[in-house]
């Protein structure tokens, strides 16, 4: 079974610019998380998705933003980004309902200069 | 607040020796999960083992054993017979069952990082 899988595994932007970060679920999972991994931060949730809707965010401005297609993979968009953006993003998926543990990508490190 | 607290940034153990890795967990819901990842230096989080609040057993998954004390609100992380490989951060992870308030969403503790020295 093929694990989630995420694109690209690194980038490098400049501060103003924007990005889009890619995840592929498990197939059968239907809700997709990411999570920001600042150092020093920990793991900070920034979205859950699930059957295409956006149904909860963590504290993160509206210039984090994404969405969650018919296939279940999902996009994560950063507009105007600042240096504190700089950070691993990992994506995680599971089956919808709270009893299921949550599987991660192998994130996208961003850096921000 | 914090909601799960890992008092340990680093440990060391001796390979094939025991460790115990600590987490407390802040939390007014009944309902609840706790999970522990492992993460290397790679980045990925690798699920561990999972133990649900109603769960009246400990939960184990091979050479890794939860000891969840519920009064105490903590759930320790035991790796029994250490190896080499077990050297990487572990987080612990909490998730409360109130999709109408932060949805599954996990919350972690800021992590321990353990060193297995031969």
């Known amino acids: 079974e093929a694990g989630v899988t995420q694109s690209p595994t690194h980038l490098i932007k400049t501060r103003g610019q924007q990005v889009t970060l890619r995840c592929s679920p498990i197939?059968?999972?239907?809700?997709v998380y990411w999570y920001q991994q600042a150092l020093g931060l920990g793991l900070q949730f920034l979205l859950w998705?699930?059957?295409?809707?956006?149904?909860n965010r963590g504290n993160f401005p509206p210039r984090f933003s994404g969405r969650q297609f018919p296939n279940y993979s999902s996009e994560l968009n950063v507009n105007a980004l600042e240096l504190e953006d700089s950070a691993l993003y990992l994506c995680?998926?599971?089956?919808?309902?709270?009893?299921?543990?949550?599987?991660f990508g192998p994130g996208t490190r961003l850096t921000v200069t | 607040a914090q909601k799960i607290t890992q008092t340990q940034p680093g440990m060391f153990v001796q390979e094939k020796e025991a460790v115990t890795l600590d987490c407390t967990y802040d939390?007014?819901?009944?309902?609840?999960?706790l999970f522990w990842y492992k993460q290397p230096s790679s980045g990925e989080m690798i699920f561990l083992i999972y133990?649900?609040?109603?769960?009246?057993q400990n939960a184990t998954e091979g050479r890794y054993s939860l000891n969840f004390q519920k009064a105490r609100k903590s759930a320790n992380l035991v790796i029994s017979a250490s190896q080499l490989g077990d050297s990487a951060m572990y987080f612990c992870?909490?998730?409360?069952?109130?999709?109408?308030?932060?949805?599954?969403?996990?919350?972690f503790g800021k992590g321990t990082s353990l060193l297995v020295t031969p």
């Open positions: 133990q649900g609040s109603y769960d009246q």
């Open positions: 992870a909490m998730r409360e069952d109130t999709p109408w308030d932060s949805g599954y969403a996990l919350n």
């Open positions: 995680a998926s599971s089956p919808l309902g709270s009893s299921y543990e949550q599987y």
């Open positions: 197939s059968g999972h239907t809700s």
């Open positions: 998705y699930d059957e295409g809707e956006e149904r």
């Open positions: 939390t007014s819901d009944p309902s609840y999960g």
